[in-house]
């Protein structure tokens, strides 16, 4: 009975040390479009970003307030006191009874005709920084997106390693059995099998280093898309068969008047230019119609006072200028051309930028389809040339060494073949947010 006890308890001890294992193998296989789905719902850059834009939208409204008349109403009630009354040099002076409760209630209403169009102005530059904060987020979402591309891809590439290893090692383990079998003929030496069984232990090595980059990335990547800690992602196997659109430079050029970049330079030249017409505003004159209504009680103008409530009201219009701005306002003018100038010539230097941006990614491009092409060459030559090694060793016309380079030579132009893949999706992608079409 102790004994099945103790079976039991160390059932449960192996169930409970296997839990954490198995929580951590929570595997999901993402494509692209379904990761950008996720970031977009849970990626905190973008939500600060659409937060500004929601600010921005509200900032329109505020300014669009300044259209509206002003209404202002006040109402008072007050305890008056006795009067005093005095000749000049404050002789003879008396009391004077006066009524002691009085009250006030006004109305107002203002309404701007012409601000020198400083109004339409101001809510233009509100329109525009409403469009800036839209035009930030789709930049944001193009960075956020590029940088998950980024760790996607690296994921994929780690995922085609540790698969390589393991071939590698099917290989290797084969190889030292059919070395140990020469060995025991007479027919190898024991310095070969230690040979290969330190490259069987150098190719774990590089297995094992591989998985914990594959579960570091993957946490990182999950954790930025909302998914829990421990899910493993899986990247889509057919990433790498993806149908690219081959386009002329041409083409990629012509779409970068859509790049979040140059819009938002763009942007900025146009709110240069509306602080320019803000600054010209003020060396306007106001204009605007007013209307009010007045109730006050007692009459205390009169002597005595008259204790009666006096109701009036007047309508009219308002005409204002301020004279100082003859001579403030051509500094801030002067200013404002000098910023619209600049925002003109950073305009100019970020569509050079990214004109060399995309030679640059579009060339790249070309160079990564070009490097495919070798790397494969690379991996068939490889093989056939393990294969030839292989043959030669076995029939005791090759040296271990011999064997030892052409595995290495063979994993090497697999893992560079791997990564040559990668590398012309990873080119595109750039190219795509380049031009903020990602």
Same mark, same amino acid.
């Given at each position: 009975m102790a004994k099945l006890t103790n079976i039991a308890i160390a059932s449960l001890l192996s169930l409970a040390l296997a839990m954490p294992a198995l929580r951590a193998q929570q595997r999901l296989t993402l494509t692209i479009d379904e990761m950008f789905a996720r970031a977009?719902?849970?990626?905190?850059?973008?939500?600060?970003?659409?937060?500004?834009?929601?600010?921005?939208?509200?900032?329109?409204?505020?300014?669009?307030?300044?259209?509206?008349?002003?209404?202002?109403?006040? *109402?008072?009630f007050s305890y008056i006191g006795d009067g005093w009354m005095s000749d000049r040099d404050f002789s003879n002076g008396q009391n004077a009874d006066m009524p002691h409760y009085g009250n006030n209630f006004s109305i107002k209403a203002t309404q701007v005709v012409y601000a020198g169009g400083a109004i339409n102005a101001g809510v233009e530059l509100s329109r525009l920084n409403r469009q800036a904060a839209e035009t930030q987020l789709l930049g944001d979402r193009q960075a956020v997106r590029f940088l998950l591309v980024g760790q996607y891809l690296d994921l994929y590439q780690l995922h085609n390693q540790a698969e390589i290893y393991r071939n590698n090692i099917r290989q290797t383990t084969l190889l030292i059995d059919e070395i140990a079998a020469s060995h025991r003929q007479g027919t190898a030496l024991?310095?070969?099998? &230690?040979?290969?069984?330190?490259?069987?232990?150098?190719? !774990? %090595?590089?297995? &094992?280093?591989?998985?914990?980059?594959?579960?570091? %990335?993957?946490?990182?990547?999950?954790?930025?898309?909302?998914?829990?800690?421990?899910?493993?992602? =899986?990247?889509?196997?057919?990433?790498?068969?993806?149908?690219?659109?081959?386009?002329?430079?041409?083409?990629?050029?012509?779409? +970068?008047?859509a790049s979040p970049t140059l819009a938002l330079a763009s942007l900025n030249v146009a709110m240069s230019r509306k602080q320019q017409d803000l600054a010209k505003a003020e060396r306007r004159p106001s204009i605007g119609l007013f209307a009010a209504d007045s109730f006050d009680g007692p009459i205390l103008i009169e002597v005595p006072p008259i204790n009666k409530n006096f109701n009036y009201w007047y309508v009219g219009i308002n005409i204002s200028y301020n004279f100082d701005s003859l001579f403030k306002?051509?500094?801030?003018?002067?200013?404002?051309?000098?910023?619209?100038?600049?925002?003109?010539?950073?305009?100019?230097?970020?569509?050079?930028?990214?004109?060399?941006?995309?030679?640059?990614?579009?060339?790249?491009?070309?160079?990564?389809?070009? +490097?495919?092409?070798?790397?494969? !060459?690379?991996?068939?030559?490889?093989?056939?040339?393990?294969? =030839? =090694?292989?043959? +030669?060793?076995?029939?005791?016309?090759?040296? =271990? &060494?011999?064997? %030892?380079?052409?595995?290495?030579?063979? *994993?090497?132009?697999?893992?560079?073949?791997?990564?040559a893949r990668i590398g012309i999706v990873y080119q595109y992608y750039l190219l795509k947010k380049t031009i903020g079409t990602l």
């Open positions: 977009e719902a849970n990626s905190k850059s973008i939500n600060l970003h659409r937060l500004a834009v929601d600010e921005a939208i509200e900032g329109e409204r505020v300014a669009k307030n300044e259209r509206l008349p002003s209404i202002e109403a006040s *109402l008072a024991r310095s070969d099998i &230690t040979r290969y069984e330190l490259q069987l232990e150098n190719l !774990k %090595l590089g297995l &094992t280093n591989t998985l914990n980059r594959i579960d570091v %990335l993957s946490r990182r990547l999950a954790v930025t898309i909302g998914l829990e800690e421990n899910t493993e992602i =899986v990247p889509d196997s057919t990433i790498v068969n993806m149908a690219l659109q081959h386009h002329h430079e041409a083409f990629w050029q012509d779409g +970068r008047a306002s051509n500094k801030k003018l002067k200013k404002a051309k000098l910023s619209t100038m600049r925002a003109e010539e950073e305009y100019r230097l970020a569509d050079e930028q990214l004109s060399n941006d995309i030679h640059e990614a579009y060339i790249l491009l070309q160079e990564a389809q070009t +490097r495919l092409q070798s790397k494969q !060459k690379n991996v068939q030559l490889a093989h056939e040339n393990y294969n =030839v =090694v292989h043959s +030669r060793y076995t029939n005791g016309l090759a040296l =271990v &060494t011999d064997m %030892l380079d052409a595995s290495n030579i063979q *994993l090497s132009s697999e893992l560079e073949l791997s990564n």
